[in-house]
Nanobody
Framework: QVQVVESGGGLVHPGGSLTLSCAVSGFTLGEHAFAWYRQVSGKEREDIAC????????EISDSVSGRFTLSRNNVNNTIKLQMNNLKSEDSGVYYCAAASTRRLKCIFTSSAYPYWGQGTQVTVSP
């Protein structure tokens, strides 16, 4: 059974940092691309970052570029979204999604990702 589970969310002050993790089971990590999305109640889901199956390509949205980084370790089976210099507008529920692909690049198209976690809440507040 395929499972995607996010963790690492919480409450942080503006300027602080959080590291979100995406744990997976039921499939081979190295054969999947991953993407992170952010959802704020009442707003459209926002693309945050994606990483190719071999980790050679990442894409970071303009809204978080320079502050967020996405990495993966296919040996240790970890996907990590490092979030630095957090702002109040970074608050929301963060979702990790996975798709089986060997493409050299990742894409943000959410419909391309069949496996989703339940989300983890990030709140940035003074």
């Amino acid at each position: 059974q395929v499972q995607v589970v996010e963790s690492g969310g919480g409450l942080v002050h503006p300027g602080g940092s959080l590291t979100l993790s995406c744990a997976v089971s039921g499939f081979t990590l190295g054969e999947h691309a991953f993407a992170w999305y952010r959802q704020v109640s009442g707003k459209e889901r926002e693309d945050i970052a994606c990483i190719s199956s071999n980790g050679g390509y990442t894409e970071i949205s303009d809204s978080v570029s320079g502050r967020f980084t996405l990495s993966r370790n296919n040996v240790n089976n970890t996907i990590k979204l490092q979030m630095n210099n957090l702002k109040s507008e970074d608050s929301g529920v963060y979702y990790c999604a996975a798709a089986s692909t060997r493409r050299l690049k990742c894409i943000f198209t959410s419909s391309a990702y069949p496996y989703w976690g339940q989300g983890t809440q990030v709140t940035v507040s003074p």
